[in-house]
């Protein structure tokens, strides 16, 4: 099994709970004993009371509430727990010592810690997994069971789904045919592509394409920060052509130099720029993805048929 707990009203008590490796939760005027020892029909009717005094008389409201701290009393140390702090999901698993209690709140002791990650160290940032999981943070209550258990199972694995997997092999076949319809462009096309993959990334082009900088073909400004680079389009290229335009660039006033090209010599391939030059080989693998990831192989299509 897995549950999703809230840790506290507005999550008050997320930070503790992770940084001391407990489960918290409130049920204030049910006593230790009770709850370990199971006495379901006493905590009910204290429940049923409660609610009653705050003008609530559907015995709905009361059962659900009970239902969720039995979820978290009997919950066995091979199940797993989620929840979500500092737009990461967390998972843990709890020890089979009982409720305890502290000045804070009632808990239950996490089995090792609290973790972000999956089983090979990947951080679980909340807007990179199902919704079908992300979506259970708008649950209002405390405690609730996970019901897309696979999808959570597959994520602290680090597996894919059949659909991820046969999307991720379309994708790179794409990219791989991709790369190679690059090389049947025009240089004066190659240029135009290079401009809307820049500016497809969000950049402000500040210069005409090719036309009034004698050794840069393009410069970008980074809307946010307002750094400015120089970009270098080249059809073919070599490690000389690299070094020649490495040495030629002034780092004064631009953040980097980006040296694109769609049909690199063999020993380009290997090569790395003078290291304090700041310049950025830009080889035809990446330009493909590039090409894929902002949508422009339709663009390609037309222009190679």
Same mark, same amino acid.
């Given at each position: 099994n897995a549950y999703y707990i809230k840790l506290g009203r507005g999550g008050e008590w997320e930070e503790s709970s992770i940084e001391e490796n407990k489960a918290r939760i409130g049920w204030?005027?049910?006593?230790?004993?009770?709850?370990?020892?199971?006495?379901?029909?006493?905590?009910?009717?204290?429940?049923? /009371? =409660? *609610?009653?005094? @705050?003008?609530?008389?559907? @015995?709905?409201?009361s059962t659900r509430d009970l239902n969720m701290l039995k979820m978290f009393a009997?919950?066995? &140390?091979?199940?797993?727990?989620?929840t979500f702090?500092? =737009?990461?999901?967390?998972?843990?698993?709890?020890?089979?010592?009982?409720?305890? %209690?502290?000045?804070? &709140?009632?808990?239950?002791?996490?089995?090792?810690?609290? &973790?972000?990650?999956?089983?090979?160290?990947?951080? +679980?940032?909340?807007?990179?997994? =199902?919704?079908?999981?992300? /979506?259970?943070?708008? *649950?209002?209550?405390?405690?609730?069971?996970?019901?897309?258990?696979?999808?959570? &199972?597959?994520?602290?694995?680090?597996?894919?789904?059949?659909? %991820?997997?046969?999307?991720?092999?379309a994708m790179e076949n794409l990219v791989n045919e991709v790369?190679?319809?690059?090389?049947? +462009?025009?240089?004066?096309? #190659?240029?135009t592509l290079t401009? +809307?993959? #820049?500016?497809?990334?969000?950049?402000? @082009? +500040? =210069?005409?394409?090719?036309?009034?900088?004698?050794f840069v073909d393009m410069e970008f400004e980074e809307p946010i920060t307002k750094d400015i680079y120089q970009v270098q389009v080249k059809s073919a290229a070599t490690s000389a052509d690299l070094e020649q335009y490495s040495h030629k660039f002034s780092s004064r006033g631009f953040k980097r130099l980006y040296f694109v090209v769609h049909t690199p010599s063999r020993d380009l391939l290997n090569s790395t720029p003078d290291g304090d030059k700041r310049v950025e080989l830009v080889l035809p693998n990446r330009l493909a993805k590039m090409v894929v990831e902002l949508g422009l192989t339709g663009w390609l299509l037309k222009k190679i048929a």
């Open positions: 204030g005027a049910q006593t230790i004993e009770d709850i370990n020892h199971r006495n379901w029909e006493r905590i009910g009717r204290q429940l049923r /009371k =409660s *609610f009653e005094r @705050r003008g609530v008389t559907n @015995r709905g409201a009997e919950s066995m &140390s091979h199940d797993v727990w989620i702090h500092n =737009s990461c999901l967390w998972w843990c698993q709890l020890k089979e010592s009982g409720v305890q %209690s502290d000045e804070t &709140s009632k808990y239950r002791e996490v089995k090792e810690h609290w &973790s972000d990650q999956d089983i090979d160290g990947n951080r +679980l940032i909340v807007n990179q997994i =199902s919704g079908r999981l992300s /979506k259970i943070q708008a *649950f209002r209550g405390t405690v609730c069971k996970v019901r897309a258990i696979e999808d959570l &199972s597959r994520l602290l694995n680090h597996e894919l789904s059949a659909e %991820s997997r046969r999307i991720g092999d790369e190679g319809g690059l090389k049947h +462009l025009h240089w004066r096309d #190659f240029e401009d +809307l993959l #820049f500016t497809g990334a969000g950049w402000h @082009r +500040l =210069s005409s394409v090719g036309k009034t900088m004698k």
